[in-house]
């Protein structure tokens, strides 16, 4: 290789590297989009707000107290329950899991969604705050999530199907 081409080739890369340095340096950084706001849950407060349960289901009913930051079961009586799945299923109904507000329905169609007669309530309560009372319906047809509805509000929820599988197990677990 000859001395005239090396001293092109070291020509362009100074080229290049004063184009770099001089007009490609100002470029603005690609905007970074803005942190998106999260889903508003069903609830839509904080989970340490809640201070009691009480899980009601085929006749059955399972109470549940939160007592210096840990939950406790007062009914029924004796039985030990990881407080786990109480701490997962307020997750699920406030700032852990965003629910979808589907519709605001008249109580006729509630039955369209299971929430006539729901097989599962659940209240939460929130200390000097009235509790309220969240009633499961069925699973949505791909079987992804349940249909809830507030007993202060008439719109329908879509809840991810974790909280069914977590009242589940709280039952599966007060079984004598």
């Excluded at 599962?120 to 009235?130: A, D, I, W």
Aim: without cysteine; glycine residues 6%; hydrophobic residues 45%.
């Amino acid at each position: 290789m000859s001395w005239r081409r090396v001293a092109v080739i070291y020509a362009v890369l100074a080229a290049l590297a004063g184009w770099v340095f001089l007009i490609d340096r100002g470029a603005p950084d690609p905007e970074v989009p803005a942190s998106v706001a999260p889903a508003p849950s069903l609830l839509d407060t904080e989970a340490s707000a809640v201070t009691a349960l009480t899980f009601r289901k085929e006749g059955r009913v399972v109470r549940a107290q939160r007592v210096a930051q840990r939950w406790s079961v007062i009914e029924p009586a004796g039985v030990k329950i990881p407080p786990d799945l109480f701490d997962a299923t307020v997750a699920t109904l406030t700032t852990g899991q965003p629910a979808e507000e589907l519709s605001q329905e008249p109580a006729s169609a509630y039955a369209a969604y299971g929430l006539a007669t729901p097989a599962t309530t659940l209240e939460v309560s929130f200390g000097e705050v009235p509790p309220i009372l969240v009633s499961l319906g069925d699973e949505n047809p791909t079987r992804t999530a349940v249909y809830a509805r507030r007993s202060d509000r008439p719109a329908i929820f879509l809840v991810g199907l974790n909280l069914r599988y977590y009242v589940d197990l709280v039952f599966g677990a007060a079984k004598p």
